[in-house]
T-cell receptor
Framework: GENVEQHPSTLSVQEGDSAVIKCTYS??????FPWYKQELGKRPQLIID?????GEKKDQRIAVTLNKTAKHFSLHITETQPEDSAVYFC?????????????FGQGTILTVHP | GAVVSQHPSWVICKSGTSVKIECRSL??????MFWYRQFPKQSLMLMAT?????????EQGVEKDKFLINHASLTLSTLTVTSAHPEDSSFYIC??????????FGQGTRLTVV
């Protein structure tokens, strides 16, 4: 089955700096790669996603890149703000099936210091 | 607004009792829904795929006799944790299984077994 590895597990940055979180996946059939932000005790919140027919996608301060050959994708947050502090998860859909059947990375605790 | 409604949001039960968690799709006829479990400070792990009108498909290592899933209608899937024990205490969350759009998660259920 799909295996998703996420690094780093913790990331501390100063306000205004950039943050990068990286993930690798194992199933070459995966074709959907979402990124989630999760606050304690709440559901994951989709912040950006990318499909396998696209190499990069950007939404304001957030961007995601995908390298299908190397099977890795990354989240880039620019101009970080304290409210960006949260746990971030990458995910990939298993076997290229439903976008709801997801394998998650281990998570990254992002702390943005004012 | 929310497209997936999950209840209850939290529940405390005694060891040995059973607990039912409901997941309702509010705007979509979901033939497939997914159940995840998240232990404290860990990632979301897929437990099972709930299939409307047929048996659920369980991930490796998940006891199907302990975690009973019923998907009797296109808008409702239920997860029953039978004979709950303290080690079953976790955050349980469901999602819709749409083919090619983002996954919509329920609010999650915090289960505490005492």
């Amino acid at each position: 089955g799909e295996n998703v590895e996420q690094h780093p597990s913790t990331l501390s940055v100063q306000e205004g700096d950039s943050a990068v979180i990286k993930c690798t996946y194992s199933d070459s059939a995966s074709n959907y790669f979402p990124w989630y932000k999760q606050e304690l005790g709440k559901r994951p919140q989709l912040i950006i996603d990318i499909r396998s027919n696209v190499g990069e996608k950007k939404d304001q301060r957030i961007a995601v890149t995908l390298n299908k050959t190397a099977k890795h994708f990354s989240l880039h947050i620019t101009e970080t703000q304290p409210e960006d502090s949260a746990v971030y998860f990458c995910a990939a859909n298993a076997g290229g099936t439903s976008y709801g059947k997801l394998t998650f990375g281990q998570g990254t605790i992002l702390t943005v210091h004012p | 607004g929310a497209v997936v409604s999950q209840h209850p949001s939290w529940v405390i039960c005694k060891s040995g009792t059973s607990v039912k968690i409901e997941c309702r799709s509010l705007d979509f006829q979901a033939t497939t829904m997914f159940w995840y479990r998240q232990f404290p400070k860990q990632s979301l792990m897929l437990m099972a795929t709930s299939n409307e009108g047929s048996k659920a498909t369980y991930e490796q290592g998940v006891e199907k006799d302990k975690f009973l899933i019923n998907h009797a209608s296109l808008t409702l899937s239920t997860l029953t944790v039978t004979s709950a024990h303290p080690e079953d205490s976790s955050f349980y969350i469901c999602s819709e299984g749409r083919a090619s759009t983002e996954a919509f998660f329920g609010q999650g259920t915090r289960l505490t077994v005492v």
